[in-house]
């Protein structure tokens, strides 16, 4: 059973080999809301024994589904896309409690990711082995042909992050099992409901059992297990950098898809559209209550536009909603209080340090009003740190040169932004950016699901996106025909 009723309390199993079961523990965590507090369900907290029979569990049904034709594959995806969407509002309302996401951008999530399903099946069934002819290289023979196949790596742990429980689980599980893999997917603690609501539906939609199971409970118990459980043979992460880089030490010889933090820059040139680049600016830092990795986290502006942009900024965020997600609130309550904490610290630490506050530095439990910080200097922690938080630092520079040396300095290198009207001049720009993709004339974001996203130095380790990341969890699989002389 998905789920069971006690004393009004809603209790969600885990799926092992097809069937929903409870912890032989009898230990459930609570997850409470953070927009109001209250009992969302409770969770299996899974033991290390458990981990192994999920773990082993895939072992024993992973020849079955990589023996399964593609189309069979692709044709669960496709049953549970429709399922997803039949079943969108209802997810997106828990998503809503569950990570306090507003209500418009939490019923995306879950239609944005049927859509990521049907394209992985297509992207699926497009990919064709390769027939290689000796005679290509020198000294070869046409005798000599080598059929080349993707063959997937086994078992892939998929882990995902508590803001997009959701889009950010089915991009890593769809091309991994698409891919002939199967899969252990570890949610978020906080996001564990609506991510095993998406199992749910995957599982209703015909995918075997085994082949995908989920394992719940806290990381600091359970996590470094299973990263380093011999079972896994590919880990799949979204999370913070401090916890990827832990995992990486960890991994030894398995291989990573790493989708770590970032401080993502927008860099405003003088003859930018001022209007434009503070609409794009203001909602690419502030939607979610910048609790995303691709959030715009800083501001560049040249001194001839800063105080004009600055102004246009003000009255953008001075309009934001602030408050409860069901009420379509941009700016929400953040996931705990501890996050309103740390972001709180980062304000106080830039003002005492002569920055300027242009509106925000309210704060009411873990509701952090929508803040915004003008004349940042490369002193303030705020310039540097990701805050996971409604948080905007304006740093005026005198030159895009200067903007670009502060850009590359960070130790994040996932995405920026650049507007302008001269693109000759964007296009210099993103070539001198030290990160992984960078926006002309848009804000930072992740989409769309079948482009490349990846960042470098701290900011990951691999490239996600449809294709991408089915190459990444399967391997060229090489057959070589030697034929006789007197074939």
């Known amino acids: 059973m998905f789920q069971n009723t ?19 523990s009898g230990k459930q965590l609570e997850i409470r809301s953070p927009v109001d507090g209250s009992l969302i369900g409770k969770i299996q907290a899974m033991t290390k024994k458990e981990v192994d029979e999920a773990i082993q569990d895939t072992k024993m049904h992973a020849r079955a589904w990589a023996e399964t034709p ?10 549970a896309a429709d399922l997803l969407e039949e079943r969108a509002q209802e997810i997106a309302e828990i998503l809503t409690m569950e990570v306090a996401k507003e ?123 299973i990263v380093t459980h011999e079972g896994i043979d590919f880990i799949n992460f979204t999370g913070s950098t401090e916890i990827g880089r832990h995992i990486s030490s960890l991994a030894r010889m398995t291989p990573l898809l790493l989708e770590l933090g970032g401080k993502d820059a927008a860099i405003v ?43 246009k900024l003000k009255a953008r965020v001075e309009k934001m909603q602030v408050g409860d997600p069901r009420d379509g609130a941009m700016i929400t309550p953040l996931i705990d209080e501890k996050a309103a ?26 509701l952090v009003y929508p803040t915004l910080l003008d004349r940042v200097t490369e002193e303030m922690e705020v310039a ?53 993709t960078v926006q002309i004339n848009n804000k930072t974001e992740r989409g769309p699901d079948h482009f490349p996203f990846l960042g470098v130095k701290a900011s990951g380790m691999g490239t996600q996106g449809v294709r991408y990341s089915i190459e990444a969890m399967t391997r060229p699989k090489a057959i070589t025909v030697n034929l006789r002389e007197d074939f």
């Open 6 to 24: 006690v004393h009004g309390e809603c209790i969600y199993g885990n799926l092992l080999n097809g069937e929903w079961v409870e912890s032989e």
């Open 70 to 79: 593609i189309y069979e594959r692709a044709e669960v995806f496709y049953r």
């Open 103 to 225: 209500k418009k951008s939490a019923l995306s999530e879950v239609t944005r990711s049927a859509d990521l399903l049907r394209y992985t099946a297509d992207m699926g069934k497009s990919m064709e082995g390769q027939a290689i002819s000796g005679e290509n290289f020198p000294g070869g023979s046409r005798r000599k042909l080598s059929f080349v196949r993707r063959a997937p790596l086994g078992t892939v742990l998929a882990v995902s992050p508590f803001n997009y429980p959701v889009n950010l689980s089915v991009s890593k599980i769809a091309p991994a099992l698409i891919g002939g893999n199967t899969v252990v997917l570890k949610p978020p603690t906080q996001g564990s409901i609506s991510a095993l609501h998406l199992a749910d539906v995957l599982q209703s939609a015909g995918l075997p059992g085994g082949v995908l199971n989920t394992v719940t409970g806290r990381g600091s118990e359970i996590g470094d297990y």
């Open 269 to 311: 040139l003088e003859d930018a559209d001022l209007d434009f680049a503070a609409d794009a600016i203001a909602d690419g830092a502030y939607a979610y209550s910048g609790q995303r990795c691709t959030a715009v986290k800083r501001v560049f502006a040249t001194d001839s536009v800063a105080d004009q942009l600055v102004e």
């Open 341 to 366: 904490e740390s972001a709180m610290e980062l304000i106080a630490e830039a003002l005492e340090k002569g920055a300027a506050l242009v509106t925000g530095n309210r704060r009411e439990k873990n």
């Open 384 to 436: 540097w740190k990701e805050p996971f938080a409604p948080i905007l630092p304006v740093i005026r520079v005198k030159d895009i040169d200067q903007a670009v040396e502060l850009a590359n300095r960070s130790e994040y290198g996932l995405q920026s932004s650049v507007f302008t009207n001269d693109i000759n001049r964007a296009f210099s720009i993103a070539e001198r950016l030290e990160v992984g």
